[in-house]
T-cell receptor
Framework: ETGVTQSPTHLIKTRGQQVTLRCSSQ?????VSWYQQALGQGPQFIFQ???????GRGNFPPRFSGLQFPNYSSELNVNALELDDSALYLC?????????????FGSGTRLTVV | AQSVTQPDIHITVSEGASLELRCNYS??????LFWYVQSPGQGLQLLLK??????LVQGIKGFEAEFKRSQSSFNLRKPSVHWSDAAEYFC????????????FGAGTRLFVKA
């Protein structure tokens, strides 16, 4: 079975720009969650998507938005980038939305905002 | 508010020695509990999870964890550490409060010395 793949692996953006990160979920997984991991921190929950709808959101401003497609892949969009948005962005897929499902994580996208 | 605390920022153990990583959580009900491991530059890998039943759970790579309700703890253990176990370890709680999310602790960095 394929795992979770994220693209790109690294990118550098300028403050104020917009960025789109992509994620392909593990085969058979219908739920995708996005996390932001700042250097030296644990992952922080951004939001979760199930059946192309947002299904829970963490404490992130509206300039963080997402999409899920019929094949369960997902995008994370960040507008008006700020320096503090520099982090590792992790995508995780799961078999369902319940709190008991463990995640399968991708290797992440390292975003640097300058 | 729900939270996960990992009291030790980093721990150093000798190869072959036993390991215990501490985790405490704050949540009203019995939570869904997880331990993940993250190698440098990588995503997170699920080691084990606890939902209910036997409070001692076995995971991959020889790890186990014990849920203690009275102490609100879910400590991770391994009887004999290998150099390849050096990584960052995250304890996490799965919640369903107005939408599903998983809250991660700040992590414990494990160093293994020869």
């Amino acid at each position: 079975e394929t795992g979770v793949t994220q693209s790109p692996t690294h990118l550098i953006k300028t403050r104020g720009q917009q960025v789109t990160l992509r994620c392909s979920s593990q085969s058979g997984h219908n739920t995708v969650s996005w996390y932001q991991q700042a250097l030296g921190q644990g992952p922080q929950f951004i939001f979760q998507y199930y059946r192309e709808e947002e299904n829970g959101r963490g404490n992130f401003p509206p300039r963080f938005s997402g999409l899920q497609f019929p094949n369960y892949s997902s995008e994370l969009n960040v507008n008006a980038l700020e320096l503090d948005d520099s982090a590792l962005y992790l995508c995780a897929s799961s078999l369902g939305t319940g709190p008991g499902y463990g995640y399968t994580f991708g290797s992440g996208t390292r975003l640097t905002v300058v | 508010a729900q939270s996960v605390t990992q009291p030790d920022i980093h721990i150093t153990v000798s190869e072959g020695a036993s390991l215990e990583l501490r985790c405490n959580y704050s949540y009203g009900a019995t939570p869904y509990l997880f331990w993940y491991v993250q190698s440098p530059g990588q995503g997170l890998q699920l080691l084990l999870k606890y939902f209910s039943g036997d409070t001692l759970v076995q995971g991959i790579k020889g790890f186990e964890a014990e849920f203690k309700r009275s102490q609100s703890s879910f400590n991770l253990r391994k009887p004999s550490v290998h150099w390849s176990d050096a990584a960052e370890y995250f304890c996490a709680v799965g919640l369903n409060t107005g939408g599903f999310k998983t809250i991660f602790g700040a992590g414990t960095r494990l160093f293994v010395k020869a």
